[in-house]
């Protein structure tokens, strides 16, 4: 059998029963959120798992979750062995089972942090944040970081509630925020930073960026040896520096540009406006 047949046996494997081998002493699982559907999420994790696999010296293979939640229980209960987190997830993560050692985060196009903004078009004469009291605004999904959570927050802090707009309404795509707005079915609404950029030209303006957030991240089980860990976490910080790495990260997302250290304190912001944000009942 060649390796790279195998190598995606391990991963039909993994995925067809979930947890069973998580904690065998032949391979380690790389737990993924279902932020995209399975087949996309294989195709862009594989390299990555070999990779890992042949820095490690054992089969790394993939398990996606159902959904957020069982993501979170998963590494929490030490059920997976390397975990991918989105910020949100992470500080769930924390705040539920407590602090898990950390590999490294995303680099996006040179930053480790991303922003959103709550946009207007360029004709409104909306300036401020307050100004939106009585005015339609669009939401891009409930849980979704910059399409909902932090500007929810920035609206409250502007004393701005959803009760105190004309209308509020999630579309479930940040393109659609940005064109509802652009087509006046919207006074504002809520977008992250590289989709501003891609209909400022025809016609937005922002009102207010969001305060910068910590990007996705890779953790691992509490159980792992440390000097695995140490292994993992110098595989992951490499992969920028040679052709082979890039290609890797490439797969993954197209303007990933790097893995760099990430400290549990890089969320703290965070932290504070989802706080504040469960005590009026809003929370993923």
């Keep these: 059998m060649r390796p790279n047949f195998a190598f995606f046996v391990l991963i039909f494997l ?22 995209l559907p399975a087949t996309e999420l294989i195709d862009r994790f594989a390299p990555l798992s070999d990779y890992l696999s042949r820095k490690i010296g054992k089969p790394v293979v993939m398990e996606i979750s159902k959904d957020y939640k069982e993501h979170i229980d998963k590494i929490g209960k030490n059920k997976v062995d390397i975990a991918f987190m989105g910020p949100v997830s992470y500080v769930g993560l924390v705040e539920k089972y407590g602090s898990k050692p950390i590999l490294a985060r995303l680099e996006i ?25 009585g005015k339609k605004f669009a939401f891009v999904d409930p849980e979704s970081t910059m399409g909902h959570l932090v500007p929810r927050y920035m609206l409250l802090e502007a004393g701005v509630d959803v009760k105190d707009l004309a209308e509020s309404k999630f579309l479930y795509n940040h393109h659609n925020v940005a064109l509802g707005v652009l087509t006046g079915d919207f006074d504002a609404g ?27 991240v890779f953790v691992t089980s509490s159980l792992l040896p440390k000097e695995t860990v140490r292994i993992l976490q110098e595989a992951l910080l490499r992969l920028k520096d040679d052709k082979e790495g890039k290609e890797i990260l490439l797969r993954m997302q197209g303007n990933l540009t790097g893995l760099v250290p990430a400290v549990n304190g890089d969320y703290d912001n965070l932290r504070v406006i989802l706080q504040k944000l469960k005590k009026i009942g809003i929370q993923p």
Aim: charged content about 25%; aromatic content about 10%; hydrophobic content about 40%.
């Design 14 to 35: 993994a995925l067809l029963f979930k947890g069973s081998i998580a904690y065998t002493h032949e391979s380690l699982v790389l737990g993924i959120h279902p932020y």
């Design 190 to 216: 809520a977008v992250k930073e590289d989709v501003f950029y891609e209909y400022e030209k025809r016609g937005l303006k922002v009102l207010a960026w969001t305060p910068p957030i910590s990007e996705h």
């Design 109 to 133: 196009t040179g930053k480790p942090v991303f922003m959103g903004a709550v946009i207007t078009s360029k004709n409104s004469k909306i300036k401020t944040l307050a100004d939106l009291k």
